[in-house]
């Protein structure tokens, strides 16, 4: 559910849905529900500055997911296993590659080696919604969002808080609202590329929310990174979303299909952050890696925490 592209340079992360996936270890395909239209965004009217058409799409799209068993939020269970030897591979994939690349000023599915990145600051969490999202969606997102920033503290050892004037923007908009957007993406980042500002711009329905962060040095340390979320969701996709980006705006950037149980994979079985994704923070931040370190001078620090975090089992 992710991307990965150079802004300044920058990580570029954008949570899309499949219309059809396996989901790994349950032998069951995973299907969007049927029929399913994709409405088109552009001259979709709007009533209270939501679009019907989105919210009736994604509505349908999340009823449909949880009637097949998917968005669990059970953070994992018997049924999902895993060990110190899964955590290395996933960590490896998911903190060294990126999914996506500029190509020409549009953004290509095509996986390539990275470095580690994090945040070195203290990250600051800062909501903006658009006029179209009520005051009970409000208080809601940023219960959610509260919440998590508390959580991730807690699992990184890394201080994440939500504050005015943050470094880390959460926005939660309509489709007309996203579309406007630009200026105030260069007022936060002036020298953002036109690649992410189009991709913004022209989301399209198959992509629900994204998130950038940039690494204005080159060392793999981010010091400011922007969530954008669709205001047309409902609660769980948007609590979905929120926790996916803001997570992966940490540095876990990647997808990767053979993670389990995790989020941080295409196959919409986890909704939300599971015990494993914790550990997969746990790892990027603890302080025997560090930013910019390659897969290969890391592989082996990453396989003595993840002994480490399980115990010593492999």
Not at 89 to 117: C, M, P, W
Not at 225 to 235: L, M, Q, T
Not at 266 to 287: A, I, R, S, V
Request: proline share 8%; charged share 25%.
């Amino acid at each position: 559910m992710t991307l990965k592209t150079s802004l300044l340079p920058a990580a570029l992360v954008v949570a899309g849905l499949l219309s059809g996936c396996d989901v790994p270890g349950s032998g069951a395909v995973a299907t969007a529900p049927s029929p399913l239209p994709r409405p088109e965004s552009q001259g979709v009217p709007e009533a209270d500055g939501l679009s019907p058409e989105l919210v009736s799409y994604y509505g349908r799209l999340q009823r449909g997911l949880l009637a097949q068993g998917l968005l669990r939020t059970d953070g994992g269970g018997p049924d999902a296993p895993f060990t110190a030897r899964d955590l290395t591979r996933n960590f490896l994939r998911i903190a060294f590659y990126e999914e996506y690349a500029d190509q020409g000023g549009t953004l290509v599915a095509r996986e390539s080696a990275s470095k580690l990145h994090r945040w070195d600051k203290p990250v600051r969490l800062t909501l903006e919604f658009g006029p179209s999202v009520s005051p009970t969606k409000r208080t809601r997102d940023s219960n959610e969002l509260a919440g998590f920033a508390r959580r991730l503290a807690r699992v990184t050892g890394h201080p994440v808080s939500v504050s005015r004037g943050g470094n880390f923007h959460v926005f939660i908009l309509s489709e007309s609202e996203r579309r406007a957007l630009e200026p105030r993406l260069r007022q936060l980042m002036p020298n953002i590329s036109r690649t992410a500002l189009n991709t913004v711009i022209n989301l399209p329905q198959s992509t629900y929310c994204l998130a950038f962060a940039t690494d204005p040095e080159q060392d793999g340390t981010y010091n400011q990174a922007v969530a954008i979320i669709r205001a047309e969701h409902p609660d769980l996709l948007r609590a979905s979303c929120i926790q996916e980006e803001v997570a992966q705006g940490l540095g876990l950037s990647n997808d990767y299909p053979l993670a389990r149980p995790s989020i941080f994979n295409d196959d919409e079985e986890f909704g939300l952050l599971t015990t494993h994704d914790e550990y997969l923070l746990k790892m990027l931040y603890d302080p025997r890696l560090r930013p910019g370190m390659t897969e290969g001078e890391a592989r082996p620090i990453v396989e003595r925490i993840a002994a480490d975090l399980m115990g010593g089992t492999s």
